[in-house]
């Protein structure tokens, strides 16, 4: 074993969820940038939100976890008004398809490479 | 609301597992493809893997979410020599830094736009 697997990470200490959105946008991207920017700045504000990771391979599939401290925060940020709002407009507009999954993280680690 | 927010497709029947591999790689990319082809099939074969999402930014972040029907899956998927050995070189070569997020699946849906 080289040096550097010897020094895991954590990412968040369990328990915390983990809110898996997987998604296929349409052509349709107009206001779709913005209101991404505005609901990044949202959820900061939602007691329990810890954090979210984003990719997204050019022309095909985009995934979103939001990491959050329990349910009350996943609940608290899915009845947020502005963000209804946004999902609505994402189902009429933007979205060919995407899932949802709510899932309870029972176990993190994380490795970085040594400099 | 439009008929399509009305016709929501579960991604899979929980409970489930989901296995949120979040990384960004080195320079290094000499045998990356390969191993990663050859994992996608080797996983396959796991009694309990019920598929994968994958997404990558490029030269940015990538996140990969494997599904599995429970942690006997997962354990026996992350004792598989193959894998092992690829992990390894992973942390050795192609991972300048990783998160593993194992969480169990409470609640998801899925949207598919009508046509």
Redesign the interface.
């Known amino acids: 074993?080289?040096d550097?697997?010897l020094a895991p990470?954590t990412?968040h200490a369990p328990p915390y969820?983990?809110v898996?959105f997987?998604s296929v946008r349409?052509a349709d991207d107009v206001g779709y940038g913005e209101t991404a920017e505005r609901m990044e700045e949202l959820v900061k504000d939602i007691p329990g939100y810890l954090g979210m990771?984003?990719?997204?391979?050019?022309g095909?599939?985009?995934?979103t976890?939001g990491y959050f401290r329990d349910e009350d925060a996943i609940k608290e940020w899915s009845a947020h008004a502005e963000h209804r709002a946004a999902q609505?407009r994402g189902?009429?507009e933007w979205?060919?398809?995407?899932?949802?999954?709510?899932?309870?993280?029972?176990?993190?680690?994380?490795?970085?490479?040594a400099r």
Chains 1, 2 share one sequence.
């Open positions: 074993m080289s550097h697997s990470v990412a969820y983990a898996v997987t349409t990771d984003h990719a997204r391979t050019p095909g599939l985009a995934i976890v609505k189902r009429a979205y060919e398809r995407y899932t949802l999954h709510i899932a309870k993280v029972e176990h993190s680690h994380g490795f970085e490479r």
